[in-house]
């Protein structure tokens, strides 16, 4: 990986026993050391940054919350997400009395949440009431595998409710973005983003 906004951790490619994704989950539930958990820091500074370029828009009058959307692609995905949850807005001059952006929506493509075990007090206490979410992900993605996938859904249907989240896994598809998902996610934002 030439350029990373964080350093991720990598995941295993590799398909592995049940047992063995089990005591993976369970090693993640326990991960909050520096070197073993996500760079939940550089991801923070990251998704500061995006709220903070969103602020300025509404700010400005140029554009309303209820038509922004802010989606990406792997990293970016999980950047978006954080964007959604609520996250990271102690940076960038941004005061917890701003922390809730009600934006349209939240797309996540091939993406991951990362965790630490103080992450989900923060995102319970930030989370937006109304932004909807978008995620998807590819059945044969190796980068990204499907436990992987699996629990970030599962995580953010936990948090905000499932009945905001949409998407789903596309059979044969690795970690790209094929035209069928593009396609879903542009029925999706007429949904979400008004006329």
Not at 94 to 100: C, K, R, Y
């Amino acid at each position: 990986m030439a350029r990373a906004w964080y350093t991720p951790r990598p995941f295993s490619a590799l398909p592995m026993p049940k047992r063995m994704n089990e005591e993976r989950r369970e090693e993640d539930k326990d991960a909050d050391t520096e070197e073993e958990a996500d760079d939940i820091e550089g991801w923070k500074r990251s998704i500061s940054y995006i709220r903070t370029l969103i602020r300025v828009e509404i700010s400005s009058g140029r554009v309303q919350p209820d038509r922004v959307v802010v989606a990406g692609f792997s990293q970016g995905a999980a950047v978006s997400l954080g964007v959604g949850l609520g996250i990271g807005t102690s940076d960038f001059r941004t005061t917890e009395a701003e922390s809730d952006l009600s934006i349209a929506g939240i797309g996540a493509l091939s993406g991951f949440l990362p965790w630490s075990k103080t992450l989900e007090k923060e995102i319970s206490s930030r989370r937006s009431t109304e932004t909807q979410f978008w995620l998807a992900h590819g059945s044969r993605d190796m980068l990204v595998p499907g436990w992987v996938a699996r629990r970030t859904r599962e995580r953010v249907e936990g948090l905000i409710g499932e009945t905001r989240v949409r998407g789903g896994r596309y059979e044969g598809v690795g970690h790209a973005v094929t035209g069928r998902m593009i396609g879903d996610f542009c029925r999706w934002l007429e949904g979400v983003i008004p006329e």
